[in-house]
């Protein structure tokens, strides 16, 4: 079946050290995306890709990276730059570059940083 | 910039009933789309319903329907008959066409809906 899978699920790291988090998609699409929800709030756009090898940051990008270099691969990792890291993290794929291409979401990963 | 507005922060529905959850937006872009996903207490963001700006019908996917009025900028989505699993949270969203349509979707806070036997 095709999707969009995170990895892990919740994921646990001391104040101070980075972490990636894994995201990869087989629907062959081009566009990927990643989102922070906090608790009772909508999701903010992190960093967005258009295309392998090119990246722009989306509303809240500062204290994160990314890379992309795969089709199917879109990491996110936290830094320690990052002030408050805690929260829920999504990643999403589009097959296309309009208006109309509604976003597909994986499951999660629910970071906490203590 | 585009903003969304979600004034229902939670909602208590009998189940069978209809239930419409409220979504006004603001953006200078001719041309947007409008979204609709639930969000389970799994956390999964599940795509429900799409509405395009210049689109002159309001859109139906089964047991939920937008009722989009352009000049009031409110992109409502109904839900008939409820059904229990219907309780989630409800988030409206939306993408213009600055940026060609190719960056990410903004939006509202969400509505947490519970359907009650």
């Known amino acids: 079946d095709g999707g969009i899978t995170q990895s892990p699920k919740y994921l646990f790291r001391k104040e101070g050290q980075n972490v990636t988090l894994s995201c990869e998609q087989n629907?062959?699409?081009?566009?990927m995306y990643w989102y922070r929800q906090d608790p009772g709030q909508g999701l903010r756009l992190i960093y967005y890709?258009?295309?392998?090898?090119?990246?722009q940051k989306g509303d809240i990008a500062e204290g994160y990276s990314v890379s992309r270099e795969k089709k199917e691969s879109f990491p996110l990792t936290v830094t320690s730059a990052q002030k408050n890291p805690t929260a829920f993290y999504l990643c999403?794929?589009?097959?296309?570059?309009?208006?109309?291409?509604?976003?597909?979401f994986g499951p999660g990963t629910r970071l906490t940083v203590t | 910039a585009q903003k969304i507005t979600q004034t229902q922060p939670g909602m208590f529905v009998q189940e069978k009933e209809a239930v419409t959850l409220d979504c006004t937006y603001d953006?200078?872009?001719?041309?947007?789309?409008l979204f609709w996903y639930k969000q389970p207490s799994s956390g999964e963001m599940i795509f429900l319903i799409y509405?395009?700006?210049?689109?002159?019908q309001n859109a139906t996917e089964g047991r939920y329907s937008l009722n989009f009025q352009k000049a009031r900028k409110s992109a409502n989505l109904v839900i008939s008959a409820s059904q229990l699993g219907d309780s989630a949270m409800y988030f409206c969203?939306?993408?213009?066409?600055?940026?060609?349509?190719?960056?990410?979707?903004?939006f509202g806070k969400g509505t947490h809906l519970i359907i009650q036997p």
């Open positions: 629907l062959n699409h081009d566009a």
């Open positions: 999403a794929s589009s097959m296309g570059q309009g208006i109309s291409y509604e976003q597909y």
């Open positions: 890709s258009q295309i392998v090898n090119d990246f």
């Open positions: 953006t200078s872009d001719q041309s947007y789309g």
């Open positions: 509405q395009g700006s210049y689109d002159e």
């Open positions: 969203a939306m993408r213009g066409e600055t940026g060609g349509g190719a960056d990410g979707l903004t």
